[in-house]
């Protein structure tokens, strides 16, 4: 319509809040940087759950289900390595760095978890227990597995995101 009784445009007003009829405060713009810290912050405190529980998982053998039902440690089973650790640090790893990336809108996050979660595994393959034993060692193809393969889910993750086109806007501020 347009004409002498089309409405003029106006600018959208914040409605007021229900309860006290006073109008929408405006969300603090540091929501932001909390968002962010919290996004890097748990994602290394994952990376740091997770990359123990690897470690621990890599040395259990089929033997240790009889030795959970007769009571005892799961670490005294024998029979060949069960390999949990492996697909379990493909799932975790990609979690954590999909959750650092997405939460930061940042490609940098994919950095701390993955430094971290490298320095676990080499500090576990390097360390050398009081009897003089590797506390990872080359017998241990389950360990080997899970730190090549956790190794490269980290660095495909990171390929990919150096593939992928620079978005204009970031979802969390509206820039680059």
Partial sequence: MTGPEAAPETVPVPGPWPATGEPAAEPWAGWDTVIRAAGVSISIIATL????????????????????????????????????????????????????????????????????WTLIMLIAASTRTAEGDYLLGGQNWVALVTI???????AVYGYQLILSPLKKTSELTGSV
């Fill in 49 to 116: 759950v997770t990359a123990f529980l690897e470690l621990e998982l890599s040395a259990l053998r089929i033997g240790a289900i009889g030795a959970l039902l007769d009571g005892r440690s799961p670490y005294e089973g024998s029979g060949a390595p069960l390999p949990l650790a492996v697909p379990l640090t493909v799932v975790a790893n990609l979690g954590i760095v999909w959750f650092a990336v997405t939460t930061t809108g940042r490609r940098w996050a994919a950095g701390p978890p993955w430094a971290l």
């Fill in 148 to 154: 090549l393969v956790g190794s490269l889910t980290f």
